[in-house]
């Protein structure tokens, strides 16, 4: 589905992520872990056409073979804070990516209202963000990158800012959302836990400069994933990650 | 009931600071040609008051036309350099250094290369209530947040889009700010542009006044000219609170 090739970050001449290879496969969750400051946001912010003007990027990428450029219609994009503009509802916030991608914009609110009960929203159409709690919010924020109905998804720590119960709801939740309409996903996490329930493949990056040093493969169907069955794939993560920043 | 109480203290100081004044002038019984009591001043603007309203017309008139003019023309300048980098980092610089010109002094010249017709003091009105709207405009739309911005464009947004969906409503909080700074000099700016050259208006009225000894009038001119500047604030306090419900929530995500 996406391929990258010999992607290199830099901060002027510095290499930020050096010479990083990755593809995503159609249907699969790959999460991508790393030390902080290894780059794994700025990869995932390249691909989704959001690079920090201050870091210059070479490399080749292809979305089902063909030479793409980002942003790129085929990929949605939720950064780390879920962003939504306070000025907007619920609905509007939502959206927003179907008005952006020429949708009529009564045709994408209705559309993103037909989704609302399935994001638990239903009753919060006309609510503004700071009328929501974290996790509705949070919700609103898939809901305005599912709701795009791209091929490829990119999720820059979705979770990071919520409980821990907000956050194990939001996880199943999401894998639910995923399972009814699959998807290739990239989702950036700092969560080894996070990581190895959620994910198909698991992609350890180093730092200095930043590049993939593993990439371990979860064959355990999710709903098999007890804390016996990831003890092994964990304990060997934990190790490579402590490895690295010690 | 909350908002009485809030201006409750500066009434309270008001009244007697009035109080005081009065009560210096009964006291000492300093000539109304120099220090007129407030009552002096209440009586000259009520006895004077079809005379004052009629150049309070006109300099009211000057300031909505040069003010609405200058907001148009802060927003279009506004625009231009946001979407050019060039232009701003030109022009940015030479805005500031304008502003070290007393441009009030530029009254006179005004009135000789334009008359004694409207031009001349809506163009000053224009030069002085411009500068602050720009600069609030520019600093607005700096302080959109980057998680936004990465938003728009991951989504496929042009700039403009970008700027339209995102930029301009950041901006908003801004640009009322600078709109009432403004606001407080669009008058001023009248009245001074009328010194220099006018056939009618507060600043020709007060001008007469004074050279007819009348200072009792002088302060009344200029108790109506404070009113009308707290008109205008009223008036762009009411349109930001009446389109602006949805823009009062918290301010950044």
């Known amino acids: ?246 | 009931m909350t908002r009485i109480k809030h201006l409750f203290p500066a009434f309270v100081l008001l009244a007697a600071f009035l109080g005081l004044w009065e009560g210096y002038v009964a006291l000492t019984g300093a000539p109304a040609l120099v220090l007129p009591a407030p009552s002096d001043v209440v009586n000259g603007l009520r006895v004077e008051w079809d005379d004052i309203a009629r150049h309070t017309l006109a300099t009211l008139g000057v300031a909505v036309v040069g003010f609405s003019l200058s907001v148009a023309f802060a927003f279009i300048v506004s625009v231009v350099l946001h979407f050019s980098g060039w232009l701003r980092r030109g022009l940015m610089p030479l805005l500031v250094a304008s502003q070290t010109v007393p441009i009030v002094a530029l009254a006179p010249l005004m009135v000789l290369w334009f008359g004694f017709g409207l031009l001349p003091k809506v163009l000053l009105v224009i030069l002085v209530t411009f500068f602050p709207m720009v600069v609030s405009l520019t600093a607005g739309y700096a302080s959109l947040p980057r998680a936004f911005r990465d938003q728009l464009v991951s989504m496929g947004a042009t700039r403009w889009s970008v700027f339209r969906r995102a930029t301009l409503p950041s901006a908003r909080t801004q640009f009322f700010s600078g709109l009432r700074i403004s606001a407080t000099y669009a008058i001023v700016a009248t009245i001074f542009a009328e010194y220099a050259g006018a056939r009618r208006g507060l600043g020709i009225y007060i001008l007469a006044a004074k050279n007819n000894f009348r200072a009792d009038l002088v302060l009344s001119a200029v108790l109506v000219s404070a009113c009308l500047t707290l008109a205008l604030l009223s008036v762009i306090a009411g349109i930001e609170r009446i389109t602006g419900r949805r823009y009062r929530r918290g301010a950044h995500a």
Not at chain 1, 5 to 32: F, H, Q, Y
Not at chain 1, 191 to 207: I, S
């Open chain 1, 1 to 246: 589905m996406l391929e990258v090739r010999n992607l290199t970050i830099r901060a002027g001449a510095e290499p930020l992520v050096k010479d990083l290879s990755l593809s995503l496969a159609e249907g699969s969750l790959t999460c991508l872990i790393g030390p902080s400051g290894c780059g794994k946001s700025s990869v995932i912010k390249w691909l989704a056409g959001v690079l920090a003007p201050e870091l210059t990027a070479q490399g080749r990428a292809t979305i089902d073979g063909v030479l793409a450029r980002f942003p790129h219609h085929d990929i949605a994009y939720q950064p780390q804070q879920d962003a939504l503009f306070p000025w907007l509802t619920t609905v509007e916030n939502a959206a927003l990516g179907l008005e952006i991608g020429g949708m009529d914009r009564r045709a994408a609110r209705a559309r993103v209202t037909e989704l609302l009960p399935i994001f638990g929203l239903e009753e919060h159409e006309d609510s503004f963000p700071d009328q929501l709690s974290g996790g509705m919010r949070q919700r609103a924020a898939f809901l305005r990158t599912i709701v795009q109905d791209t091929p490829v998804l990119l999720l820059d720590e979705p979770f990071s800012a919520l409980d821990a119960v907000t956050r194990l709801r939001l996880q199943d939740w999401l894998l639910e959302r995923l399972a009814e309409r699959p998807r290739a996903v990239l989702m950036v996490t700092h969560d080894l836990y996070e990581a190895t329930q959620m994910a198909d493949r698991v992609l350890v990056m180093t730092g200095g400069p930043g590049r993939i040093v593993a990439d371990i493969p979860i064959p355990t169907p999710i709903g098999a994933r007890s804390e016996t069955a990831l003890a092994g794939t964990r304990s060997t993560l934990k190790r490579m990650l402590l490895k690295d920043t010690s």
